[in-house]
């Protein structure tokens, strides 16, 4: 079964317009930390947001906040005011377990297009 | 700011060839992670690395690869006899072992195998 879940191939956008690309995952542990990661053409990974299973609030770093609704196994990326920049593909992760050293679980990805 | 380095970026290697992927984590951190991707498909986990020791493994992670730290700062995974399906994207990653900390990803070595 697919820990992580991305229901979106490929999103379009025009600049300075907000974007919410889907996330959904799937354990059984009451403690996991849920990731997310762009990856630019050029092909490495940058971390963009964390959130832990038992943070209260949604975590937000800049223009990116992290949509989280615990009970419906989602984590959501709202990237806001995009940038043509923000072009690149982007990866929603989860680790499981309490400790910080677990595998992160990737989902297959959105590739987000921003227009101007 | 401190950051993972990979090298080479970029290795063309012909079939039934050894390679090493080399990799300088952070320098504080404790756990090393070895990531592949597949062009154009997800980034799948391959092992994990911890106290001189590999922590866990995926099935990818078959005899034909191997894991090293042979100094204070290097860790590299070889692969002894590549393969075609070998061609992809190898990310070496490491992170503190603290909680609530993210792993940070090196920019990767693309792997070709012809």
């Known amino acids: 079964a697919q820990k992580i879940t991305q229901t979106q191939p490929g999103m379009f956008v025009q600049e300075k317009e907000a974007v919410t690309l889907d996330c959904t995952y799937d354990?059984?542990?009451?403690?996991?930390?849920l990731f997310w990661y762009k990856q630019p053409s050029s092909g490495e990974m940058i971390f963009l947001i964390y959130?832990?299973?038992?943070?209260?609030q949604n975590a937000t770093e800049g223009r990116y906040s992290l949509n989280f609704q615990k009970a419906r196994k989602s984590a959501n990326l709202v990237i806001s005011a995009s940038q043509l920049g923000d072009s690149a593909m982007y990866f929603c992760?989860?680790?499981?377990?309490?400790?910080?050293?677990?595998?992160?679980?990737f989902g297959a990805g959105t590739q987000v297009v921003v227009t101007p | 700011e401190p950051e993972v380095t990979q090298t080479p970026s970029h290795q063309v290697t012909q079939m039934g060839q050894e390679v090493i992927l080399r990799c300088v984590p952070i320098?504080?951190?404790?756990?090393f992670y070895w990531y592949r991707q597949i062009l154009g498909q997800k980034v799948e986990f391959l092992v994990s690395?911890?106290?001189?020791?590999?922590?866990?493994k995926s099935e990818i992670f078959d005899d034909q690869f191997s894991v090293e730290r042979p100094d204070g700062s290097n860790f590299t995974l070889k692969i002894r006899s590549t393969k075609l399906e070998d061609s992809a994207m190898y990310f070496c990653?490491?992170?503190?072992?603290?909680?609530?900390?993210?792993?940070?990803f090196g920019q990767g070595t693309r792997l070709t195998v012809v």
């Open positions: 320098s504080n951190h404790l756990y």
């Open positions: 690395f911890y106290n001189n020791e590999i922590s866990e």
């Open positions: 959130q832990g299973s038992y943070d209260q």
């Open positions: 990653a490491s992170s503190e072992g603290q909680e609530n900390t993210e792993a940070f």
């Open positions: 354990t059984s542990d009451p403690s996991y930390g």
């Open positions: 992760a989860m680790r499981e377990g309490a400790g910080s050293w677990g595998k992160l679980q």
